[in-house]
């Protein structure tokens, strides 16, 4: 057995390190955390100062178990997580669960896994910090008492199943805001004027120049008589106004401008990105992935200045430290940049090449010269008026940083590139070729996208780089909050024209309003978030949030106890939380929309068991209510009557096929067909109003013809077993369980008792578990926890946390 026992987060990691040391080093992975609070009860011990009861989970037992044998036979465990606060913890809990002893263990850290870095790390261990792990562990269990002590109330104040988080809820709020924001949103109109001027140059030949008028007009009238105005006028230039200017390179990547930039310049979600990077670091491409910190190491200062000689000459360097303006950046010492900058590109998957090019780029770019611009400005002077028309370009005199990369932004469709201008001289005369004024409106405020919302968090300064991914993921896997795309609504807007001597007046039409990839909140979401922030407005408060994580910060610091900060807020939250359950009424959200003219009842909407539904009635009256299904599209914060009336149309019979009647309607997963004890999802593109007989039955022929290709054939006595064409190929199922078939097997012949073989040799698909921490499986939403807030249990022994202590 080797002498040294190295134990990392992931296999992939411990792969790589193992390249670099040699046989006297043993490398294992923990695959992320190995404990976590119990999933029984709270999992802390309120009457031993908030202990935490930590467990080892079912799947990671027998993992344990080898770690402690290789530990008991390793002269020294290096414990190399990573080396912010959750890599902290998990070397903690290591050191605590495998009762490991300090004068065998050392702690290394390094931000990038090379050769040099990591031997220096060998070189240069140190101690467990502790006050790093009870930062996480006041992270962990101060999100265990908000989630564990709300979700109860919403299980019986609005609807069960529902959860809360800190961060998550206030998360939501974000956008419940921005959506209600957009809805009260009244677009103003006013008046775009732009001209396409003519003149000659100094060899005669014709040249056009294009300007805007300095002002708009708020009306109609007012545009139509500056037109008016224009009819007669003469055109002179005024004044020519020529200024250098320079433009700047963006500092190197931190975890949140690496998610923006991504998702601007590849399209990536923030989950993926942190999944890319993860990849990338652990191969020792990139230096680690979450970080707040802009700053360059000496060597990477080094590296990239001849890379840059090298690659474009002396002239495009200008070597520069990066200030990290981030209040509290400490999760680790350097932004986020390649290993080796000599290396351009990498070999992996076409993500990892795009993620990989865009660190590189970036960072060569923040050590190269500013770009040099000439900016010019033509004033035109209208006879009769006091107003100028402008016209603005530029040109790129150096090109510097621009030769590699520029920087995107989230409004970049709404910008104009500045062109260049041709030659004029002051005073003189020009011709209008044609005057445009076009009606424009005020722009709504942009709903988030997750890398927009990241930055809005960090603004804020709600999380730190490590929560950004889990929360946007999370929130959504609760349902509260859901990506996707808005088609455009048709508008008319006014066009005044001035050509030849005429003013022309058109109503022209335009796509507005497109929305891709944006989060929406969800009619559950938004219940959720009022009931919230009216009995919780402390929790949901952002400056509550962003001071929570400043006290995080302190006890990193050392410069205040974990426990006494979660005596201080528990002490203020827990008494809210019991009046809260007994004071406040149950909220589903409804409005009231009116009356239906059928019955001269009364029409609702609101969240039902099944989710958000119109209601015809009341539970007083002595008819039942009636209800209907709101549709995906559609909210009880935005829905109107007549759009509710519509929905009492379904279900509706289309006639019949093979002589059983067809009906479409609308149902908890959206509109469908019935026909025959049968269901057939309709497609987004048919609307269940509309949908004919005729297209009904295409839709349950193409149905069938599916199901009928989907299975290959049945085997068992009774069926148990049916091999089955996937979205990812052929597999087979038993008892709800699917099964891998081996690459190169024919599913057609296999057999009742091979497939008893392929489910002997494949355990892992029956005991699937999901593990838990950040570090174990990104963007998983914590498991619910059972109602049992009132149970104290006491812990047996406490922990030993005080060994790791120098």
């Known amino acids: ?229 224009c009819k007669n006028a003469e055109f002179n230039v005024d004044n020519i106004i020529t ?33 890319v990077a993860q ?35 002396q002239k495009y360097v200008h070597t520069r430290k990066f200030n990290t303006k981030t209040k509290g950046a400490q999760e680790a010492h350097e932004a986020i940049r390649p290993s080796y900058m000599n290396v351009h590109t990498v070999e992996g998957t076409a993500q990892e090449k795009r993620l990989y090019e865009l660190i590189w780029k970036r960072t060569i770019a923040s050590q190269m010269a500013d770009a040099e611009l000439e900016k010019t400005s033509i004033y035109i ?3 009769g008026t006091k107003q100028q028309f402008v016209a603005s370009g530029e040109v790129i005199i150096f090109d510097g940083f621009l030769k590699v990369y520029m920087e995107s932004t989230d409004d970049e469709s709404d910008t104009e590139n500045e062109s260049l201008l041709p030659i004029m001289n002051n005073g003189e005369k020009l011709s209008p070729l044609e005057i445009i004024a076009q009606e424009r409106f005020s722009q709504k405020p942009p709903r988030y996208g997750e890398a927009s919302l990241v930055r809005k968090m960090e603004e804020l300064g709600i999380g730190r780089p490590s929560t950004y991914a889990p929360t946007i993921s999370t929130i959504q896997n609760r349902s509260y909050v859901e990506k996707g795309d808005r088609p455009a609504d048709k508008r008319e807007y006014n066009v005044l024209k001035l050509k030849a001597g005429k003013i022309t007046d058109k109503i022209k039409e335009e796509n507005t309003g497109a929305e891709k990839s944006k989060l929406f909140p969800t009619d559950i979401g938004i219940v959720v978030n009022d009931f919230l922030t009216e009995y919780f407005p402390g929790i949901l408060n952002y400056n509550f949030t962003a001071d929570v994580e400043k006290e995080f910060d302190s006890i990193a610091d050392g410069e205040i106890k974990w426990t006494a900060s979660i005596d201080k807020f528990y002490k203020r939250f827990h008494p809210i939380v019991e009046d809260t359950m007994k004071n406040s009424e149950r909220q589903v959200g409804e409005r009231i929309l009116g009356i239906d003219p059928k019955s001269g009842r009364q029409l609702s909407v609101k969240i039902g068991k099944y ?53 479409v309607a609308i149902g908890r997963f959206g509109p469908y067909i019935r026909h025959d004890a049968s269901f057939y999802s309709l497609p987004k593109t048919d609307d269940p109003m509309d949908v004919t007989t005729e297209r009904a039955i295409e839709i349950i022929e193409e149905k069938r013809e599916v199901e009928k290709n989907r299975i290959i054939q049945t085997l068992g006595e009774n069926g148990e077993i049916q091999v089955l064409n996937g979205r990812f190929g052929p597999y087979f199922t038993c008892d709800k369980i699917n099964y891998k078939i081996p690459k190169g097997t024919d ?45 104290k249990t006491k812990v047996t022994s406490k922990t030993t946390k005080a060994k790791a202590k120098k």
């Open 279 to 313: 990849r990338l670091y652990e191969a020792g491409k990139i230096t680690y992935m979450r970080t707040d910190s802009v700053n360059l190491s000496d060597l990477a200062l080094g590296t990239s200045k001849a890379e840059i000689i090298s690659m474009a000459g």
């Open 1 to 229: 057995m080797s002498k040294n026992l190295v134990i990392v987060e992931s296999p992939a990691k411990a792969k790589t390190i193992e390249k670099f040391l040699g046989t006297e080093y043993h490398v294992m992975s923990s695959f992320g955390h190995i404990r976590d609070l119990a999933d029984k009860g709270i999992g802390i011990d309120f009457e031993n100062n908030y202990e935490p009861q930590y467990v080892v989970s079912t799947d990671k037992k027998k993992l344990v178990s080898e770690l402690k044998k290789a530990s008991k036979d390793a002269e020294i465990v290096w414990l190399a997580s990573d080396e912010d606060r959750e890599g902290e913890a998990i070397a903690w809990h290591l050191y605590e669960e495998l009762k490991l002893k300090k004068e065998n263990t050392r702690r290394i850290v390094f931000h990038e896994i090379t050769k040099e870095a990591i031997l220096h790390a060998i070189e240069t261990p140190r101690n467990i910090d502790i006050n790093l792990v009870d930062a996480q562990q006041a992270r962990r269990v101060l999100d265990r008492i908000v989630g564990f002590e709300l979700s109860p109330i919403l299980w019986r104040k609005v609807r069960p199943s529902l959860s809360a988080g800190r961060v998550q809820s206030v998360a939501v709020r974000l956008i419940v805001e921005r959506e209600r924001e957009i809805n009260q949103f009244v677009p103003e109109a006013s008046y775009r004027v732009n001209a396409v001027f003519t003149s000659v140059d100094k060899n005669g030949i014709p040249v056009e120049l294009k300007a805007e008028l300095s002002q708009r007009f708020a009306s109609k009238d007012e545009a139509f008589a500056f037109l008016e105005i």
């Open 381 to 383: 002077r209208i006879s």
């Open 747 to 791: 599913p057609t012949i296999l057999t009742h008792e091979k497939c008893l073989e392929l489910i002997a040799s494949q355990p892992e698909a029956a005991n699937k578990k999901k593990p838990f921490g950040r570090k174990a499986a990104a963007a998983k939403p914590e498991k619910k926890t059972k109602p049992e807030a009132k149970t």
């Open 243 to 275: 200024k250098p200017a320079k433009k700047s390179p963006a500092p190197p990547f931190t975890t949140s401008t690496l998610q923006q930039e991504a998702a601007r310049k590849l399209g990536f979600s923030v989950a993926q990105t942190m999944q």
């Open 611 to 663: 989710g958000p539904l119109a209601q015809i009635g009341t539970v007083d009256e002595e008819d039942k209510p009636v209800f209907a299904s709101l549709r995906k599209e559609q909210s009880i914060e935005s829905i109107s009557l007549e759009e509710a009336l519509e929905l009492f149309k379904l279900p509706r019979q289309l006639g019949e096929f093979e002589g059983k009647v067809m009906t």
